[in-house]
C-alpha cells in the first residue's frame, strides 16, 4: 500500500503562480469551463489525484467567486442534513451554474427550504 497523498504539502509547494485563478470578476476571469479544464490539466501535470481536484479549484478562487461557492455549499449541506461532500463531478456543476444573477428589485427568490441556523 502506498503512502497517502499530502495535499497541504502539494499546494505549499505551489506557487507562483498557485492554482489557475478564477476570481468572479465577469470579463476578467476566464471561461468557467476552460477554467476547470485548467485546474484538471495542472492537477494531472502535478499528479494529484482526482480527490483533490476540487479542493484545489477552490483554492484558486478568488474572494467573490469563494463567496458566491461558500453560499452554495450553505444551501447543500442544509439540503443534505449537513452531510454533504463534494467531488470534482459536483464542483463543475457548482462552477457552472452558479453565474446566475439574481436581482430582489426584479423578481423574489423563494426557496422551500429553511436556510436559517
Known amino acids: 500500500m502506498g503512502k497517502p497523498f499530502d495535499f497541504e504539502a502539494t499546494m505549499a509547494e ?4 498557485g492554482p489557475p485563478a478564477f476570481k468572479g470578476v465577469g470579463k476578467k476571469d476566464p471561461i468557467v469551463d476552460a477554467w476547470l479544464d485548467d485546474v484538471k490539466a495542472k492537477c494531472l501535470e ?3 489525484p482526482k480527490d483533490f481536484w476540487h479542493l484545489v479549484g477552490q483554492r484558486g478562487l478568488g474572494s467573490k467567486a469563494k463567496s458566491r461557492f461558500n453560499e452554495v455549499d450553505q444551501v447543500m449541506m442544509k439540503m443534505h442534513d449537513g452531510k454533504y461532500k463534494w ?3 459536483k464542483f463543475k456543476v457548482a ?16 426557496t422551500p427550504f429553511i436556510l436559517a441556523n
Open 46 to 48: 502535478r499528479k494529484i
Open 87 to 89: 467531488n470534482w463531478k
Open 95 to 110: 462552477m457552472k451554474n452558479m453565474g446566475c444573477k439574481w436581482n430582489p428589485a426584479y423578481s423574489t427568490f423563494h
Open 14 to 17: 505551489w506557487k507562483n503562480p
